[in-house]
C-alpha cells in the first residue's frame, strides 16, 4: 500500500540478484499464493512499508465472484514475463553501460527527478552494490562505468545520482553511440 521493496533472489553459492523494485499498488508473491505456496523470490522492506495481504480462498472467491480480478493479476504477470524477457535480452545482447543507463533512465522516469544544483537528480538513492546486483556486474565494473559516463552523470558517495546530460541520456539508453 505505500513504500518500496526490493526483490531478489540469491544463488546457491550465495550471489544475490536484484530482481526490480516494486512500489505503491504493485502485487507481489501471487505465484506463491496461486500456485505451490513457495514464492520465487525474496521480498525486502527497502523504506517503511505497509502491506495488505490475502489468504488464498479469499482470493480465490474474490476471483469467482469478479474475475476482473483475475484479469488484472494476468495483466501483471503479463507485463513482468515482459520485462524479464527485456532482462535477458539486456543481459545476453546489450553492453553493460546501456543497462546502466537505462536503470538510470528508468528510476528517473518512474520514481522521479529533483532539480539540484542546476541538474537533473533522481530522488532514489543507488549503491554500487544495488545496482550492480540489478545489472548482473560487479561492484568494480559498476563504478567503471559511471567512470566513463562522468560527462552526463555524476554519482556520489551514498548512492546520489545527477543526470548532467538528459538529452545524451536518452540517447544512450535508445542504444546510440555517444561522442
Not at 501471487?30 to 488464498?56: C, D, F, K, M, S
Not at 520485462?83 to 520514481?111: C, D, M, N
Request: hydrophobic share 45%.
Amino acid at each position: 500500500m505505500s513504500g518500496s521493496l526490493r526483490v531478489a533472489k540469491t544463488a546457491a553459492a550465495g550471489k544475490e540478484t536484484i530482481l526490480g523494485t516494486l512500489f505503491q499498488g504493485d502485487i507481489f508473491a501471487a505465484p506463491a499464493l496461486l500456485g505451490n505456496g513457495i514464492a520465487p523470490a525474496t521480498v525486502t522492506a527497502e523504506t517503511e512499508v505497509q502491506v495488505l495481504t490475502t489468504e488464498r480462498e479469499f482470493l480465490l472467491a474474490a476471483i469467482r465472484e469478479n474475475p476482473e480480478i483475475a484479469l488484472r493479476i494476468l495483466a501483471v504477470f503479463n507485463q513482468r514475463l515482459q520485462q524479464l524477457h527485456e532482462t535477458v535480452h539486456g543481459l545476453v545482447s546489450e553492453r553493460a553501460i546501456v543497462r546502466l543507463v537505462r536503470f538510470i533512465h528508468y528510476f528517473a522516469v518512474e520514481q522521479g527527478t529533483k532539480i539540484a544544483d542546476n541538474s537533473v537528480c533522481l530522488e532514489k538513492r543507488f549503491p554500487y552494490y544495488q545496482i550492480a546486483r540489478s545489472l548482473g556486474i560487479t561492484d568494480e565494473e559498476c563504478v567503471r562505468l559511471f567512470k566513463k559516463l562522468k560527462p552526463f552523470i555524476s554519482y556520489s558517495l551514498g548512492g546520489k545520482i545527477m543526470v548532467l546530460d538528459w538529452e545524451n541520456l536518452e540517447d544512450l539508453a535508445s542504444g546510440e553511440e555517444i561522442d
